[in-house]
């Protein structure tokens, strides 16, 4: 339990983070990033997948590039579907998916140790 909420609020604050540094990816409080990323495991669970298979020719096509554009139409979604969340242009969703996991995968690469410590 304890490690699914530290990956939630890992999330939250990495949301939090990239709309700062995003011009254009915006959150009007912290709760809106928390109820964010709990849209995000929802689309990224049930939508994501399906736009996944569906653009898979044109993926593969690209060499795995295209999945960037399925991330940009993901947090798209998120923030069509949060309110308080708003994403002004493609291009900012796009720079937004890239820069959310970078932040997510650093914050989860420091503290991951010390999650592994206390399970």
Known sequence: MLNFFLTWLISAISLGITAYIVPGFTINSWQAAAVGVVVMALVNAIIKPIITIF?????????????????????????????????????????????????????????????????
């Open 55 to 119: 653009t898979l020719p044109l993926t593969i096509l690209t060499l795995g590039l295209f999945l960037f554009v399925v991330n940009a139409i993901s947090i798209s979604l998120v923030a069509y579907f949060t309110p308080g969340f708003s994403i002004s242009s493609f291009w900012a969703a796009l720079l937004g998916s890239i820069v959310l996991s970078l932040v997510s995968s650093l914050f989860n690469q420091i503290l991951g140790k010390s999650t592994n410590q206390l399970d």
